[in-house]
């Protein structure tokens, strides 16, 4: 186990009663590590499951402006655990952060904060004060906008902060790839380009906003709010390697904590105040393991159940994605290899019945790998901006080295389904229209799939298959669709996709992924609704002194890349347990 002291060591870590004891040091976590122990007279001791990353040790496939790697090395992420994407679908694998700075360590960088809209309907789905006039303060709180926020306009730097933690950019145009430039040529009539992704709610084209320090680096919260100054508190221990085991209780009392290492030995932490930061699929696990859930279920574990709560681990979101690519000739494809590649974005609304404004989101990738293949693709990777089909997770034992069984149930609401097939007709309509097809190879329908993981992987013998891959792409001319149908797509074409909805839907369907963005499983709610985990301060019902703080108390998912609402949550939920906000 690795253990962070600013002081002599064990003598906070090994005190009778920690303040506050974090569980989980992701995205949130590090957060609220950072903003509780402001206060000098207030323990706080946060503990990660996985390794430390500080500007010290942060390496080289995670400092890239380019993050093609980080997620893809089984270091970085929980090794075990796997998910359904839609029915019929098979298990696959499902990439979440174990380290030290959660998501904001291994993700896209993408730094938007979705419609306001989002967050009144928080509120009115019983998240009494995260309104967007509540929560507009603590995006701003926690960011600097190096574009707009210094802004001599007031009506933009209302909307943007200056002086946060987390440093916020535009890719400059002169090092946007001729690929993405195309793209937003084309889409300019319809969705014209745009100054702001995180201004005014409007469907549009937008640089894309990305999280990165002065240097082009990224930022994970375990250095941008962690950092050294922090990290010397002497009311502050981080401890990593280590797991929640379950919560421990004096009656209905959190009281700390069991932890489990590596190597199956236990010890105890004890505070007095419990608060669990492990994300939207290990917080409910650890609910579910420490007896708050379903009591039938739990019975069924052998697990005492302490609070009985049917919506632990149930109203589990994400957002759908599709996929349609392209092959980049050498003028098209980008001159900088390192520089980030979700350079752009399209913002639209699908107009179906149901549906709100801005419902969907297309990602224009420059590359769409960190790999000699991903460089020679351009792709439009899209994705229901505001999903409506909702899964869950369950536990399959009570041992904490089980993942939970998990099942987003994509596509199961028909609005989810309908909407992907847009956007597949969307992206093939771009990169078809003439001006594109004169700059670009063969169209493909595409999705990250466990094939397309599964080659990404670092290694000898994958990247000798990717090298040759490339290789062909490059010289086959006339043959090249044949390649890509035959080795790429597996015989699937988009114009016999386009031509037969029958056929579409079953692609869509069973090609279905994910973006990364799970959330909602111990969702804050009113008193009275059965299924809310939480109040809005993040408060377990049934429990007292147990908080949650991250992506699992979303009531719905917001239209946007979920790392910066996260961080916003644990800004928000730090004041409140601190007392410091209205809505305390």
């Given at each position: 186990?690795d253990?962070?002291?600013?002081?002599?060591?064990?003598?906070?870590?090994?005190?009778?009663?920690?303040?506050y004891l974090?569980?989980?040091?992701?995205?949130?976590?590090?957060?609220?590590?950072?903003?509780?122990?402001?206060d000098a007279?207030?323990t706080?001791?946060?503990?990660?499951?996985g390794?430390?990353?500080?500007?010290a040790?942060?390496?080289?496939d995670?400092?890239?402006?380019y993050?093609g790697?980080?997620?893809?090395?089984?270091t970085?992420i929980?090794?075990?655990?796997k998910?359904?994407?839609?029915?019929?679908?098979?298990?696959?694998?499902?990439?979440?952060?174990?380290l030290?700075g959660g998501?904001?360590?291994?993700?896209?960088?993408?730094?938007?904060?979705?419609?306001?809209?989002d967050?009144?309907?928080?509120?009115a789905?019983g998240?009494?004060g995260?309104?967007?006039?509540?929560?507009?303060?603590?995006?701003?709180?926690?960011?600097?906008?190096?574009?707009?926020g210094?802004?001599?306009?007031v009506?933009?730097?209302?909307?943007?902060?200056a002086?946060?933690?987390?440093?916020i950019?535009?890719?400059a145009w002169?090092?946007?790839?001729?690929?993405?430039?195309?793209?937003?040529?084309?889409l300019?009539?319809?969705?014209?380009l745009?100054a702001?992704?995180?201004?005014?709610?409007?469907?549009?084209?937008f640089?894309?906003?990305?999280?990165?320090?002065?240097?082009?680096e990224?930022?994970p919260?375990?250095?941008?709010?962690?950092d050294?100054?922090?990290?010397?508190?002497?009311?502050?221990a981080?401890c990593?390697?280590?797991?929640?085991?379950r919560?421990?209780?004096d009656?209905?009392?959190?009281?700390?904590?069991?932890?489990?290492?590596?190597?199956g030995t236990?010890?105890?932490?004890?505070?007095?105040?419990?608060?669990?930061?492990?994300?939207a699929?290990h917080?409910p696990?650890?609910?579910?393991?420490s007896?708050?859930g379903?009591?039938?279920e739990?019975?069924?574990?052998?697990?005492?159940?302490?609070a009985?709560?049917?919506?632990?681990g149930?109203?589990?979101?994400?957002?759908?994605?599709?996929?349609v690519?392209?092959y980049?000739?050498?003028?098209?494809?980008?001159?900088?290899r390192?520089?980030h590649?979700?350079q752009?974005?399209?913002?639209?609304?699908?107009?179906l019945?149901?549906?709100?404004?801005?419902d969907?989101h297309?990602?224009?990738?420059?590359r769409?790998?960190?790999?000699?293949?991903?460089?020679?693709?351009g792709?439009?990777?899209?994705w229901v901006?505001?999903?409506?089909?909702?899964?869950?997770?369950?536990?399959?034992?009570?041992?904490?080295?089980?993942?939970?069984?998990?099942?987003?149930?994509?596509?199961?609401?028909?609005?989810?389904?309908?909407?992907?097939?847009?956007?597949l007709?969307?992206g093939?309509?771009?990169?078809?229209?003439?001006?594109m097809?004169?700059?670009l190879?063969?169209v493909?329908?595409?999705?990250y799939?466990?094939?397309?993981a599964?080659?990404?992987?670092?290694?000898?013998?994958?990247?000798?298959?990717?090298?040759?891959?490339s290789?062909?792409?490059?010289?086959a001319?006339?043959l090249?669709a044949?390649l890509?149908?035959?080795?790429?797509?597996?015989?699937v074409?988009?114009?016999?996709?386009?031509?037969d909805d029958t056929?579409?839907?079953q692609f869509?369907?069973?090609?279905?992924?994910?973006?990364?963005?799970?959330s909602g499983t111990?969702?804050?709610?009113?008193?009275?609704?059965?299924?809310?985990v939480?109040?809005?301060?993040?408060?377990?019902?049934?429990?007292?002194?147990?908080?949650?703080c991250?992506?699992?108390?979303?009531p719905?998912?917001?239209?946007?890349?979920t790392?910066?609402?996260?961080?916003?949550?644990?800004?928000?939920?730090?004041d409140?347990l601190?007392?410091r906000?209205?809505?305390?």
């Amino acid at each position: 186990m690795d253990r962070i002291f600013s002081h002599e060591p064990h003598s906070l870590y090994l005190s009778n009663v920690i303040d506050y004891l974090i569980l989980g040091g992701g995205s949130a976590g590090c957060v609220l590590a950072a903003r509780l122990s402001e206060d000098a007279g207030k323990t706080v001791c946060l503990v990660e499951a996985g390794r430390d990353i500080s500007q010290a040790t942060m390496p080289a496939d995670i400092r890239s402006r380019y993050p093609g790697r980080a997620y893809l090395d089984s270091t970085n992420i929980w090794q075990q655990l796997k998910a359904r994407m839609s029915a019929p679908a098979a298990l696959r694998r499902y990439e979440q952060a174990r380290l030290l700075g959660g998501g904001s360590a291994i993700n896209a960088l993408m730094a938007n904060r979705g419609a306001p809209a989002d967050y009144d309907e928080w509120q009115a789905l019983g998240a009494q004060g995260w309104n967007w006039e509540a929560c507009l303060p603590y995006f701003r709180k926690l960011e600097t906008d190096h574009d707009f926020g210094n802004s001599s306009d007031v009506s933009i730097s209302a909307l943007h902060g200056a002086s946060g933690p987390l440093r916020i950019q535009r890719t400059a145009w002169t090092r946007i790839s001729p690929f993405v430039k195309a793209v937003l040529d084309t889409l300019k009539h319809d969705y014209p380009l745009r100054a702001d992704q995180n201004g005014a709610w409007e469907d549009g084209t937008f640089i894309g906003s990305i999280a990165v320090s002065a240097g082009g680096e990224r930022i994970p919260t375990s250095i941008c709010y962690l950092d050294e100054a922090v990290r010397a508190r002497s009311n502050l221990a981080i401890c990593t390697h280590e797991t929640a085991e379950r919560i421990l209780f004096d009656g209905r009392r959190a009281v700390g904590a069991r932890m489990i290492r590596p190597d199956g030995t236990h010890h105890d932490i004890r505070a007095g105040y419990v608060i669990v930061c492990s994300g939207a699929i290990h917080s409910p696990a650890l609910l579910l393991r420490s007896g708050i859930g379903p009591a039938d279920e739990l019975a069924a574990l052998g697990i005492d159940v302490l609070a009985h709560r049917e919506g632990v681990g149930r109203n589990l979101m994400e957002h759908p994605s599709i996929a349609v690519s392209a092959y980049l000739p050498r003028a098209a494809r980008t001159p900088f290899r390192h520089e980030h590649h979700e350079q752009a974005i399209v913002r639209f609304s699908s107009g179906l019945p149901g549906t709100v404004p801005g419902d969907m989101h297309g990602a224009i990738l420059s590359r769409s790998g960190w790999h000699s293949v991903g460089y020679r693709l351009g792709t439009m990777f899209f994705w229901v901006n505001k999903s409506y089909s909702r899964g869950r997770l369950k536990l399959k034992s009570s041992s904490a080295f089980d993942e939970p069984e998990v099942d987003f149930a994509m596509l199961s609401d028909a609005r989810d389904l309908e909407r992907l097939k847009l956007a597949l007709r969307l992206g093939a309509q771009t990169l078809s229209a003439p001006p594109m097809a004169a700059r670009l190879g063969t169209v493909f329908p595409s999705s990250y799939s466990p094939r397309v993981a599964a080659v990404a992987v670092p290694g000898a013998w994958n990247a000798l298959q990717r090298g040759a891959l490339s290789l062909l792409l490059d010289i086959a001319g006339p043959l090249r669709a044949s390649l890509v149908r035959r080795v790429v797509t597996q015989g699937v074409t988009l114009n016999e996709l386009l031509a037969d909805d029958t056929a579409l839907t079953q692609f869509v369907t069973r090609s279905v992924g994910g973006t990364w963005h799970p959330s909602g499983t111990c969702r804050m709610g009113a008193a009275d609704d059965p299924l809310a985990v939480t109040d809005a301060r993040g408060a377990v019902y049934g429990v007292e002194h147990l908080h949650v703080c991250d992506a699992s108390l979303m009531p719905s998912i917001p239209c946007a890349n979920t790392n910066v609402p996260t961080i916003m949550i644990a800004e928000r939920i730090a004041d409140l347990l601190r007392g410091r906000s209205s809505g305390s």
